[in-house]
């Protein structure tokens, strides 16, 4: 008979190696679902990610800024007679009216392209819009194929909350190009930067 002696620390450690792994797991398990629960929740808010970083935080310092940028934008030419053409009012060589249909617009830091954000806006800004549609490009690791609309109601800003068309956010969904994801536009920086131009010169309109 073979009899063998197992001390009481060699059979505890096991156990708290088990329970150590089975804290870490639930950890995990809490942290995805709640990932998943932000991805796809509908929220109130997108507060921003990158304000104080690639565009003032200060709502002072932002207005400052963009009506520094504007006015640099007016002296390069955003009142001249080719930018007046795409006005309704103004029209073509052959009589007909001509209306803006959509921008190419920047989203660097404010620094960097601030004054062509500007130009852009001051154009955007004479067509008076209704809505805005805010076509970006993504550069998160959480994406999905496809167009990612955001959960949120309204973006908030440092000059306050752009809001969104919910309604029209609601059929889009409907179709299968589209799905929403929170966690996509809280990381993403493209739209974010389009925002306090919108806040700033299209308070009312939402996109």
């Known amino acids: 008979m073979i009899i063998l002696s197992i001390p009481e620390r060699s059979i505890e450690m096991p156990v708290r190696l088990m329970w150590s792994i089975v804290l870490v797991a639930v ?6 679902l709640s990932v998943v629960w932000q991805s796809f929740a ?19 310092y932002l207005e400052h800024l963009i009506s520094t940028c504007y006015v640099q934008a007016n002296a390069s030419g955003t009142n001249s007679s080719h930018c007046n053409k795409l006005s309704p009012e103004q029209s073509h060589d052959e009589g007909q009216k001509r209306s803006l249909v959509a921008l190419v617009a920047p989203h660097a830091a404010f620094r960097y392209s ?3 954000q500007a130009y852009c806006y001051q154009l955007l800004k004479q067509q008076n819009p209704k809505r805005i549609f805010i076509l970006a490009a993504g550069h998160s690791r959480v994406m999905s194929s496809g167009a ?9 800003t440092p000059l306050g909350n752009v809001e969104l068309d919910r309604d029209c ?4 969904m409907q179709l299968p190009f589209f799905s929403v ?6 990381l993403e920086h493209s739209v974010e930067l389009q925002l306090p131009y919108i806040a700033y010169s299209l308070p009312q309109t939402k996109i």
């Open 42 to 60: 509908l929220t109130d808010v997108r507060y921003p990610s990158f304000a104080g970083s690639w565009y003032p935080g200060n709502r002072q």
């Open 181 to 186: 994801n929170a966690t996509t536009h809280k």
């Open 27 to 32: 950890l995990a398990l809490y942290f995805l």
């Open 169 to 172: 956010i609601n059929r889009l």
């Open 148 to 156: 990612i609309l955001p959960a949120a109601r309204s973006f908030n």
């Open 114 to 116: 601030g004054q062509a």
